[in-house]
Nanobody, 114 residues
C-alpha cells in the first residue's frame, strides 16, 4: 500500500503564494502519475494538476499559468507551487498517486482571503 502525507496548506491573502508538498511511502511499488485535486465546500472534487514519472504535466484551465506541479522521484514527493492565489482557490487539496491502485492523502486546507 502507498501512503501519502500532505503539508503546506494554510491561510493566505489573495495574490499570495503557497507551496504544497506530498510525500509518498511504501515499499515495492512503482508510482506512476501523481497529482493534486481539490474540493471546495459544496462542490465535487476536481483535478488541479498531474505529473507522470517522466515529468509530463497536465493542468486544469483555471490554474494554468499560476500553479506549477513538480516531482522529486528520488524522494517520491510531489509539490504544488501556487502563485497569484484567488479566493476561488479556497479548498481542501488532496494528493493522489497511481501505482496499479490509487492512494489519496488526508487533505490539506487552503484558504485564500480576499
Amino acid at each position: 500500500q502507498v501512503q501519502l502525507v500532505e503539508s503546506g496548506g494554510g491561510l493566505v491573502q489573495a495574490g499570495g503564494s503557497l507551496r504544497l508538498s506530498c510525500a509518498a511511502s511504501g515499499r515495492g511499488f512503482k508510482i506512476n502519475t501523481m497529482g493534486w485535486y481539490r474540493q471546495a465546500p459544496g462542490k465535487q472534487r476536481e483535478l488541479v494538476a498531474t505529473i507522470t514519472s517522466g515529468g509530463y504535466t497536465n493542468y486544469a484551465e483555471s490554474v494554468k499559468g499560476r500553479f506549477t506541479i513538480s516531482r522529486d522521484n528520488a524522494k517520491i514527493t510531489v509539490y504544488l507551487q501556487m502563485n497569484s492565489l484567488k479566493s476561488e482557490d479556497t479548498a481542501v487539496y488532496y494528493c493522489n498517486a497511481r501505482w496499479g491502485s490509487v492512494s489519496w492523502g488526508q487533505g490539506t486546507k487552503v484558504t485564500v482571503s480576499s
